[in-house]
């Protein structure tokens, strides 16, 4: 028998009882639609998760900040905590097994000005090192610090967009090209008391110098609203900053290069992540690393796939009980027929194929409903389940993105699905089919003769 | 080969064939030692009361049924041991069938049954489908090739099922009691088919029946009593 006939007649016999096809067929959409959520589900919180963390923040970085949250062993909120950054603890740190670079890290406030116009510059001094380790963007003009090159400040396209100008009642915005306009790097006044018998601190941006680069437009939205500088550059305009500035404030001033406002730890690999923070915190210090918070969440979203998966396994058991079932009452039924059949010259092989293809029809059948039913699903999921979802991850961070997805049906799960369906359909018909062969051509035609 | 010789050419060969059934302790000799031949082209009935063994003998010709001990040869080839899938192939390429409760797949339309051992056969659906109405055209039912055998007659569902026996034109033709459920009118006109599409394609056929006026149709009529032979006739 050829590919055609078998399937006319698996239909043929399928349609003859309809209600007890439409029944087993259900159990296979069940099955269906239980696991092809469970997949889209888990595709779709790892599609958001990379959209949310990979690109706004490198997963490996650890981040050791002067003023560290507590919690209590409840983990509520119990204050913060000061804690000293200082070369002794980076010192520590390189001790640590899977740290692939450290960089210290103070952060100033800047200003730019250029012409009447002026901006806020949050500026973060850094290893130079570091250009290369913590996932910076493409430059559009210029080049990143280095050894014989770190005289200069890296500008964020952010930084460079919101110059502005006010005076009464008139406020104007201006996008700034510092490779065009003269731009100058100053240091806010409200910090510290200048002494008046010295000369302003200023620095000028000046592209025949190459002090300054600018760096792309980044996802990352750190690198798009803060500026960096070499660490030792900045240590030597801060000093020169400070001379100008009253004695007691120059003191003050100092201060500010005994300690780091933060430190940044690069592991070598995601899954270290936690390892090393584990370490930092028997130094003593408490860490923030966007793994933190993607743990629970990836707890959660394998719980929910688990428990999906685990009625969709149910499911699916179920309906492979039922698709036997069902061959078995069919083998029954038409155990004469499969006598007058054999004595016809239908070949074994055939009668065990007629019968597969059965049970592959019905797991079909059910896998193509199952795969537009958990469209219908996954459509929903998305429109209606952010506060489900926000609710369950116990929060809003992640979900809280405008066209989060917590559900993707990737091009190849319905074919996977279809292919299932019909896998499960063959195993369970393949004993009754087998039991088909086995029918004596004689038995089966003297039964109810 | 004149005609002569080649009706005298052995389509069939049965030697010392025997079928016992065990019923417990009890042995049930159904065919006890059976032996006879069947020439190309003979129209054979073997004729006894009920329960002589006839269908037995029968189905041990066609392979539905295991033969205790002796030979069947078919065509010239021994079918006792032969494998399943063996048979299978053998009796897609030699062998017909027609029932006396005609065993017509009930979800199938006339046509449909028709075309069942071209299928199996694997033949293509053009020319399966140009064979099976032709054959049912032979047999009068060009009117009811789209009727379900529960639409039929009695009459008209063992026309279908005789053209189904012969539309793979087999050389042998087995017919167990195939006019058992007909009126006598229709008996005459099914006997009358069946010897007739036989004769066209110079067709062997073994014929069962308990009514011995049958047996003038027949070429050559073997007498079965208690699984045994006990007359041979010649017409
Ligand atoms: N499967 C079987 N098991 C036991 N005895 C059987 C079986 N089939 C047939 N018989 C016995 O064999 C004998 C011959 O049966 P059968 O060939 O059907 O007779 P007929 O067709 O001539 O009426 C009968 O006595 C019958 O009871
Ligand atoms: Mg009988």
Redesign the pocket.
């Known amino acids: 028998m050829n590919l055609w006939d078998l399937l006319k007649m698996g239909l043929r016999n399928l349609s003859r009882r309809k209600a007890r096809t439409a029944l087993t067929v259900v159990g296979v959409i069940i099955g269906t639609v239980s696991i092809v959520s469970m997949v889209s589900i888990g595709i779709g919180i790892n599609e958001t998760f990379e959209k949310t963390y990979m690109e706004n923040g490198a997963m490996t970085i650890i981040r050791i900040e002067q003023y560290s949250a507590n919690f209590d062993e409840n983990g509520n909120w119990a204050g913060e905590s000061k804690q000293v950054l200082d070369d002794n603890l980076v010192n520590a740190l390189r001790g640590i097994e899977h740290v692939k670079a450290i960089a210290p890290i103070i952060d100033q406030s800047g200003q730019l000005k250029s012409g009447k116009y002026t901006t806020y510059a949050q500026i973060r001094a850094i290893g130079r090192d570091a250009f290369g380790e913590f996932g910076f963007p493409e430059l559009t003009y210029g080049t990143y610090p280095s050894e014989n090159d770190y005289k200069k400040i890296v500008f964020a396209n952010g930084t460079l967009q919101n110059f502005y100008y006010s005076s009464g009642r008139k406020y104007e915005t201006k996008v700034v090209d510092p490779t065009d306009e003269k731009v100058t790097f100053v240091f806010p006044e409200w910090n510290y008391q200048k002494n008046p018998r010295k000369k302003d601190f200023k620095l000028e941006m000046n592209p025949g110098k190459g002090n300054f680069a600018v760096m792309a437009e980044s996802d990352n939205w750190e690198y798009n609203s803060t500026c960096y500088m070499d660490m030792a550059f900045f240590k030597e305009i801060w000093k020169e900053y400070a001379s100008t500035l009253t004695v007691a404030d120059r003191k003050r001033a100092m201060q500010v290069l005994e300690s780091y406002s933060s430190i940044y730890v690069n592991v070598d690999n995601i899954d270290n992540v936690t390892d090393v923070q584990d370490a930092i915190k028997e130094l003593g210090y408490g860490t923030y690393s966007d793994m933190q918070y993607l743990e629970p969440l990836q707890q959660t979203s394998n719980m929910i796939q688990i428990v999906l998966g685990a009625i969709g396994a149910l499911a699916m058991l179920v309906s492979a009980i039922n698709i036997a079932n069902t061959m078995v009452m069919s083998i029954y039924e038409r155990t004469r027929e499969i006598g007058i059949m054999k004595v016809l010259g239908c070949k074994v092989y055939d009668v065990r194929r007629l019968f597969l293809y059965e049970a592959a029809l019905i797991g079909l059948m059910g896998g193509i409903i199952g795969i537009i039913i958990s469209y219908l699903v996954s459509f929903g999921i998305n429109k209606y389940g952010q506060p489900i979802f926000a609710a369950i991850m116990q929060t809003s961070a992640v979900y809280d993105v405008e066209g989060a997805k917590f559900s993707v049906i990737p091009f190849w799960l319905p074919f996977a699905a279809a292919l299932f369906g019909m896998f499960v359909g063959v195993v369970s018909g393949y004993i009754p089919a087998r039991r088909a062969t086995k029918i004596s051509a004689i038995e089966a035609m003297?039964s109810n003769q | 080969m004149n005609e002569e010789q080649k009706a005298r050419k052995k389509m069939i060969e049965v030697k010392n064939l025997k079928k016992i059934?065990r019923?417990g302790d009890e042995k049930?000799r159904?065919v006890d030692d059976v032996s006879f031949d069947v020439m190309d082209g003979e129209f054979c009935c073997l004729i006894?009361?009920?329960?002589?063994?006839?269908?037995?003998?029968l189905n041990l010709l066609a392979g539905i049924e295991k033969a205790t001990s002796g030979e069947i040869i078919l065509r010239g080839k021994n079918i006792v041991g032969m494998s399943e899938a063996k048979l299978a192939g053998f009796r897609q390429s030699s062998l017909g069938f027609v029932f006396q409760s005609y065993n017509l797949i009930g979800t199938m339309t006339a046509l449909e049954n028709v075309e069942l051992p071209l299928i199996f056969k694997r033949e293509k659906k053009k020319i399966r489908r140009k064979k099976s109405i032709e054959m049912l055209k032979k047999v009068g039912l060009d009117n009811r090739m789209d009727h379900k055998p529960s639409e039929m007659s009695g009459g008209q569902q063992q026309r279908v099922g005789i053209a189904r026996a012969f539309v793979a034109k087999p050389k042998i033709i087995f017919a167990d009691e195939p006019t058992g459920n007909l009126d006598t009118k229709t008996t005459v006109e099914v006997m009358t088919l069946i010897k007739q599409m036989a004769k066209e394609n110079h067709q062997t056929i073994v014929m069962?029946t308990?009514d011995p006026t049958l047996t003038e149709y027949a070429d050559k009529v073997i007498r079965?009593s208690d699984?045994k032979i006990v007359e041979t006739k010649i017409n």
């Open positions: 003297k | 059934y019923m049930i159904a006894g009361t009920s329960g002589s063994g006839k269908s037995t003998i069962v308990h079965i699984g």
